[in-house]
């Protein structure tokens, strides 16, 4: 009985050891594998965020050596400018600086948005020249000495000495950084704060404020030639105002501010200025547009002997206005015709009109033409009945200026169409050729009260859409339909004393091109506007040179001039008006040309050359008259000129 009592005690303890076993497998299997699982999960996050920090210490390390590599090199390089500058800063007249100093640990640059604070000190240099000049041609006075200042950003949190004076030349360098990129309204300080009981800096850390102020109101005010304020101008305000660079909320850029005063200033009939106050607002500035105009409406009558025999004496009636629509936009129209025909079968008439396309800076010139002549030859019985027309547009756009000279560039696209009917065999001898024309130049000019400068290039070339090369060989022998022309041009004029007795001018043309031409892009030599004492059109080239130089002297000027001398130098004449007799001016001229034709035909001459020399006198009576009266006399004979056979040249204008 004992026996099989025991034998069931072992089997019960056999099979609750085979429980346990079960349980502690199941209880294995069932909570150590997650755990097994999320183990491995925070590893490879560990693992990540390990390689994450790695990285992340890696780039700090790199940056860390890049910056003291950085810092390094400008430590030398300010050690090695200082070496090159030691035998000339020992040879400079330094100011003896007796000014209070001040400890500096540090120097801290706030406020500064528009120009970071490394840009502000990159090129800092030792020795601060405001002068203008060359360092070792500067006055003392003018010299600021940097070397402590490089020190303290170079290795900050040592104390080093700093005087007012090196601190009030850091503040103008900083300023002139700003001014160099053309920024208006930008204010450099050492703030009141920084000053502890107004003799020492707080915590030795030099704080320097800089305030970009903004400019809160942009506003137009028209006043009329007598500096009247009127009610509305010719030009529109909402116009100026549009187009303005400076807008309310930002900083001003002095340079674009005076660019596009200038350009609103080359209209003849109005005079802008900028005026810049205080704004609003505290720390901010207002700008006011104060704009002086005078009527825009302009009429002319002029009259001359230029031209072919038919068109000489004939009057020229014109209009211009300079602001049309109020946006500065001009319009011009020329009519000439000969008193005693019909005004619709012999006449010329020319307009144009130019205006602004997003603001002064781009210009757009449409312009057109149209001739109906009526030729009777001194001798023969055929008369030329004809017509021509143009018509097309120039785009401009104001690329640079700098110190008052104006640099554009421009494209063209032009039609033209010539047409000419004899009365004998019209069928034979008619033409009629039409071509397009597209085009480039740049221009380069100067304006000012004792100077007038200006240089020119442009290239047209033809272009599809126009008559067959046939048409082209009926209008000219051998002339192509597939041709360019090219144009330099420079002119200049100045007055030789400060009084504008004396006056010297001069121009120069080069006109040059690659094929014979058609009569209608053809140059005429000879005449009142090129060669002085030649006939008018003796030679009609396809391209040449144009060069003339004259010398004025005005004895209205030379009048005032003794007057003024007579009355003394403290004193100066009180006269209320401006004499009738405005100008008075003989002159002298000398013109040259050379007309060139290209591959010339039996009865042409490749080279014709043009000398002259002359004298004449230009009047100016009132407000409206002026003429002027030429005689040239030539020095070199041509096929229909002799030497010496001078010719008179007269042209008169009124104006209104």
């Not at 303290?152 to 002139?176: A, D, H, K």
């Not at 004393?497 to 014979?516: A, H, P, Y």
Request: charged share 25%; glycine share 8%; with cysteine.
């Amino acid at each position: 009985m004992d026996s099989v009592n025991k034998v069931r005690r072992m089997v019960f303890i056999v099979f609750l050891c085979l429980g346990f076993m079960a349980y502690a497998v199941a209880t294995t299997q069932g909570v150590s594998q997650p755990a097994s699982a999320k183990t491995k999960a925070q590893l490879k996050q560990e693992e990540k965020a390990r390689k994450a920090q790695a990285l992340k210490a890696k780039r700090e390390a790199a940056a860390k050596a890049k910056r003291e590599a950085a810092a390094k090199a400008k430590r030398d390089a300010i050690e090695e400018a200082k070496a090159k500058l030691k035998e000339q800063i020992a040879q400079l007249n330094l100011p003896e600086d007796t000014t209070p100093r001040l400890t500096v640990k540090q120097i801290r640059i706030s406020g500064n948005t528009l120009i970071s604070t490394d840009v502000l000190l990159e090129n800092m240099p030792l020795i601060y020249n405001v002068s203008g000049k060359p360092l070792d041609q500067a006055e003392s006075n003018y010299l600021y000495d940097f070397r402590t200042l490089h020190d303290i950003i170079l290795q900050p949190g040592q104390p080093r000495e700093v005087s007012t004076r090196t601190i009030q030349g850091f503040t103008q360098y900083i300023l002139s950084v700003y001014q160099a990129r053309n920024y208006a309204g930008i204010y450099v300080y050492v703030p009141a704060e920084a000053l502890k009981d107004g003799k020492e800096l707080q915590d030795e850390i030099l704080a320097i404020e800089v305030l970009e102020a903004t400019v809160t109101d942009v506003t137009v005010k028209s006043y009329d030639p007598n500096q009247n304020e009127v009610e509305k101008g010719y030009l529109r305000s909402s116009a100026v105002q549009k187009w303005s660079p400076i807008k309310a909320g930002q900083v001003a850029n002095k340079k674009e501010l005076d660019d596009f005063v200038n350009l609103l200033n080359l209209n003849p009939d109005r005079y802008v200025s900028a005026v810049v106050t205080k704004g609003a607002d505290p720390k901010s500035l207002a700008v006011e547009y104060d704009i002086y105009e005078a009527d825009p409406w302009h009429y002319f009558l002029q009259i001359d002997n230029s031209g072919t025999r038919d068109r000489q004496w004939m009057p020229r009636v014109g209009l211009i206005n300079t602001n049309l629509l109020g946006f500065d936009d001009t319009f011009t129209a020329i009519y000439q015709a000969p008193p005693e025909s019909d005004w619709d079968k012999n006449y010329s008439l020319y307009g144009s009109y130019d205006f602004p396309l997003l603001g002064p800076r781009l210009r757009f010139n449409l312009y057109g033409g149209y001739s109906q002549f009526d030729i009777n030859p001194e001798s023969g019985i055929v008369d030329f009945i004809g017509n021509g027309d143009f018509y097309g547009g120039i785009l401009r756009y104001n690329l640079l200026q700098t110190n008052g000279w104006f640099f554009d560039i421009k494209g063209s696209l032009e039609h033209v169409r010539s047409k000419v009917t004899p009365s004998l065999f019209p069928g034979i001898l008619g033409t009629d050729v039409k071509f397009w024309l597209w085009g480039w130049g740049l221009n380069l000019r100067r304006s000012d009260d004792m100077s007038n400068t200006s240089f020119g290039f442009d290239r047209v070339e033809s272009m599809g859409g126009g008559s067959s090369g046939a048409e082209f060989g009926t209008a000219r022998t051998n002339a192509k339909s597939d041709f360019s022309v090219y144009t330099a041009s420079a002119t200049h004029s100045q007055y030789l004393d400060t009084d504008k007795i004396d006056r010297l001018s001069s121009t120069f043309r080069w006109i040059g091109s690659n094929e014979r031409l058609v009569p209608a892009k053809m140059t005429t030599f000879g005449g009142m506007y090129s060669v002085r004492g030649y006939d008018e059109y003796e030679v009609v080239a396809d391209g040449g040179v144009l060069a003339s130089a004259q010398y004025e002297f005005d004895l209205v000027k030379y009048d005032e001039f003794k007057e003024k001398a007579r009355a003394g130098s403290e004193q100066t004449q009180a006269k209320t008006g401006k004499p009738f007799l405005r100008k008075l001016a003989p002159l002298a001229f000398f013109d040259y040309g050379r007309a060139k034709i290209r591959r010339p035909l039996a009865t042409e001459k490749a080279y014709t050359e043009m000398f002259s020399a002359g004298v004449g006198t230009i009047v100016e009576l009132g407000n409206n008259f002026s003429g002027g009266v030429y005689y040239g006399y030539p020095l070199r004979a041509t096929a229909d000129t002799r030497k010496g056979k001078g010719r008179l040249n007269i042209s008169l204008i009124m104006r209104w």
